[in-house]
């Protein structure tokens, strides 16, 4: 019997070893912004490997992660932001993060401040920092995983932020948000961000946005944080930095933070053997050449407008879709059974081996499904996975929810 795992990808399909080949609606795992087998991109890291195999930047430093740090700084904006620090996933760069706040605060003259604040039901990562953080319950206590300096909030209480602050502003060292919550696409409301940042004015603790997923025109613009009152302290970026081709993260600081440790003479202490490889840096600067040349930004805002029409003609006919969420190309669905109770468990198992059977790969999320296509998506192909979705939907139905 033919294997069904993956096989092959290219484009926007996903091809598996039993024949089955299916629309991404994943975008793998939400890094792929760009499509795969970008051969640009590819042809970059290849050079790269012949180039320079290896170069690490512990103690020293290479040419192609500065000249890559200088590109990631523009595209972000080097009025925001003014020092790159590399890593090799998001987790790992949210535990420097952690890190990196502490030791800014205790520059500061605050070696109180030690406290870092997530969001409920916020992803960061499952490293042993990350996974303190993260705002889901994945397991934290049977991992011993340590969480007494970290808080969690809810992503819409102003009042629960405020109040926080009121009793443990002078211990917290900063405050991390995703701009879209990954798990479930729930974006962060205005009237949460306009607080935090008054409150950052008074007890001066860091905004970190972690744009690991958010980053690289999922959300709409390049970084989701461009649409903040004010910027971040801190960015992190990861998932379509180098549209999935490298293992790689990047932490995007402020000038503030690292005037601290020029004029103070500080050493950060990290180091990931793999981060800022020469292979990796052109990868970063291959995606970021690509996203110019596919005008990737502008077609993911013609995607997302369609995504707008295609998410409400399904709800208008089909009542089973209750609800929707998220922006830009990082969409939720809400679904109920035929009990009028939100899926869950082995109802979304079977609803999403529903719609891949129908054509489509979409992701599961809570009390339905995730959309996050690719950036690159044709208006044929956003018709081909609201096709398969509908079909999904109508068997599911059909087979009593669950088979």
């Known amino acids: 019997m033919a294997s ?17 080949e299916v629309l991404c609606a994943t975008s793998g795992l939400w890094n792929v912004n760009l499509g795969y087998g970008n051969e640009n991109i590819a042809d970059a890291v ?12 512990f103690r020293q430093w290479n040419a192609a992660a500065e000249e890559a740090a200088v590109a990631l700084l523009n595209a972000a904006g080097q009025d925001r932001f003014s020092r790159v620090i590399y890593s090799t996933s998001g987790s790992a760069a949210n535990d420097l993060v ?8 205790d520059l500061r003259g ?14 960061h990562g499952l490293t042993y920092g990350s996974f303190s953080l993260t705002g889901e319950d994945l397991g934290q206590r049977l991992y011993g995983v340590d969480q007494k300096l970290i808080r969690h909030i809810s992503h819409d209480s102003p009042e629960e932020l405020s109040s926080l602050m009121s009793l443990q502003g002078n211990r917290t060292a900063a405050v991390v948000v995703e701009p879209v919550l990954g798990t479930g696409a729930y974006p962060v409301p205005d009237d949460f961000l306009q607080a935090l940042f008054a409150l950052r004015e008074k007890y001066g603790f860091l905004i970190v946005a972690d744009e ?18 004010q910027g971040p302290d801190v960015l992190i970026t990861s998932k379509g930095l180098t549209n999935g081709a ?5 932490v995007l600081t402020s000038q503030d933070i690292a005037g601290l440790f020029v004029t103070s003479g500080s050493v950060f202490t990290h180091g990931e053997t793999q981060a800022g490889t020469p292979a990796t840096a052109a990868a970063i600067l291959a995606t970021l050449s690509e996203f110019e040349r596919l005008g990737a930004l502008t077609n993911g805002a013609g995607v997302s407008r369609q995504l707008d029409t ?12 209750t609800a929707h969420r998220g922006r830009g190309c990082f969409r939720a669905l809400e679904v109920t059974g035929l009990d009028g109770s939100p899926v869950a468990g082995a109802q979304i198992a079977s609803l999403l081996g529903n719609i891949q059977r129908a054509g489509a790969r979409v992701y599961p999320g809570p009390r339905g499904i995730q959309l996050i296509p690719s950036l690159t998506y044709s ?9 398969s979705i509908t079909a999904g939907l109508a068997d599911f139905g059909s087979s009593g929810e669950s088979e």
């Open 246 to 250: 490298c293992a790689a993260a990047a």
């Open 310 to 321: 295609a998410i409400q003609e399904l709800m208008a006919s089909n009542p089973a879709v």
């Open 110 to 123: 605050f070696p109180q401040k030690q406290l870092v604040v997530a969001l409920r039901g916020s992803y």
């Open 212 to 229: 690991v997923a958010t980053g690289f025109g999922r959300t709409g613009p390049m970084f989701a944080s461009e649409a903040w009152p």
């Open 4 to 20: 069904a795992g993956v096989v092959s990808a290219s484009g926007h399909k996903i091809r598996f070893g039993n024949g089955d």
């Open 98 to 105: 952690m890190k990196l706040a502490r030791q800014t605060q």
């Open 46 to 57: 290849h050079t790269a490997l012949l180039d320079c195999s290896y170069s690490t930047l």
């Open 379 to 387: 208006q044929q192909e956003v018709r081909e996975l609201f096709a």
